[in-house]
């Protein structure tokens, strides 16, 4: 039982590339969110999918752009990274309202 | 949405016990309290969740008065590894938008 999965665990773009970022979870949770985390600070919401087939944005969604793939999956792109992205990226997924399941996170620097 | 708010940072020593308290003075009715636990280089962890009064786990427990515009997270006889970023979230009825506070950095010294 992997959890929440995020892959890759480490990335380094250069200003004006794009990427995905994957997330993928196992505990057939129906929501799924994206948060993001700059050195020594709290989490802020990017996106969240309260079930399959829905997105909305979160606190700071500028930028960004998802896509819950089915229920498993849900993924965050970069379409134009700046260095302002740099962050380090979690996953986290939930079945009963609160109780979020956070995957490792992807660490991403913009340069 | 409520908003919560936390002392940024606590120090306590091995063995006592630490009390943190989050206010959220605007939580509307059916609305939940959880607490989450998060070391340097990992994801937060779900430690514990309540609506009123007490709840108990192997790890904390949660206070709740009965007016529910705060909530005290009590970790018993702490070690050194609960050093750790403790966040108060208010689970918001009606929504999944789940916004973190600012979190409360606690060190346990030996």
């Known amino acids: 039982n992997a959890g929440v999965t995020q892959t890759p665990k480490f990335q380094v773009l250069k200003t004006g590339q794009s990427m995905t970022l994957q997330c993928a979870q196992d505990?057939?949770?129906?929501?799924m969110y994206w948060y993001r985390q700059d050195p020594g600070m709290g989490l802020r919401l990017i996106y969240y999918?309260?079930?399959?087939?829905?997105?909305d944005k979160g606190e700071v969604p500028n930028g960004y752009n998802v896509s819950r793939l089915n229920k498993r999956e849900f993924s965050l792109r970069l379409e134009s990274a700046a260095p302002s992205q740099t962050s380090v990226y979690f996953c986290?997924?939930?079945?009963?309202?609160?109780?979020?399941?956070f995957g490792n996170g992807t660490r991403l620097t913009v340069t | 949405l409520a908003k919560t708010t936390q002392p940024i940072s606590m120090d306590s020593y091995e063995g006592q016990e630490v009390n943190i308290t989050c206010s959220h003075n605007?939580?509307?009715?059916?609305?939940?309290i959880t607490w989450y636990q998060q070391f340097p280089s990992q994801g937060p962890r779900f430690i514990i969740q309540?609506?009123?009064t007490k709840v108990t786990n192997e790890v904390a427990s949660l206070f709740i008065p009965a007016d529910r515009k705060s909530s005290t997270l009590s970790l018993p006889r702490v070690s050194l590894s609960d050093t750790a970023v403790y966040y108060c979230?208010?689970?918001?009825?009606?929504?999944?938008?789940?916004?973190f506070g600012t979190g409360t950095r606690l060190k346990v010294l030996a």
């Open positions: 999918s309260a079930s399959e087939g829905t997105t």
């Open positions: 605007n939580i509307a009715t059916n609305d939940y």
């Open positions: 986290a997924s939930s079945e009963s309202k609160g109780a979020l399941h």
């Open positions: 505990m057939n949770h129906n929501s």
């Open positions: 309540g609506y009123k």
């Open positions: 979230l208010v689970v918001p009825s009606g929504t999944y938008k789940y916004i």
